[in-house]
């Protein structure tokens, strides 16, 4: 991966990554919100699977393709000639 390509893909995962923490604070602000009671155990396990969780999982996945794969290198290029090379 090129420099640009893997700048692309942590900025995608960032953006999904935060898009999710918004929909994360919104069904946290709607929950239970008439009960004077409220469980986090309960509460996390309603998200597991909603559209914030994978929306997360996503931009998660984004941002360790971009950040963990490896670049690519580049083809070095001998000044000397083959036979006054020292290898």
């Excluded at 919100?33 to 559209?51: C, D, I, R, T, V």
Aim: net charge positive; charged share 15%.
């Amino acid at each position: 991966m090129t420099i640009f390509q893997r700048t692309i893909v942590v900025l995608i995962g960032t953006q999904l990554a935060a898009s999710a923490v918004i929909l994360f604070i919104f069904d946290l602000n709607s929950y239970n919100h008439f009960s004077g009671s409220f469980s986090w155990l309960h509460f996390l396990k309603e998200l597991a699977g909603s559209f914030a969780f994978y929306l997360f999982s996503a931009g998660l996945f984004f941002l360790l393709i971009g950040l963990c794969a490896p670049s690519r290198k580049k083809k070095r290029i001998s000044v000397h000639e083959k036979e006054n090379s020292l290898k």
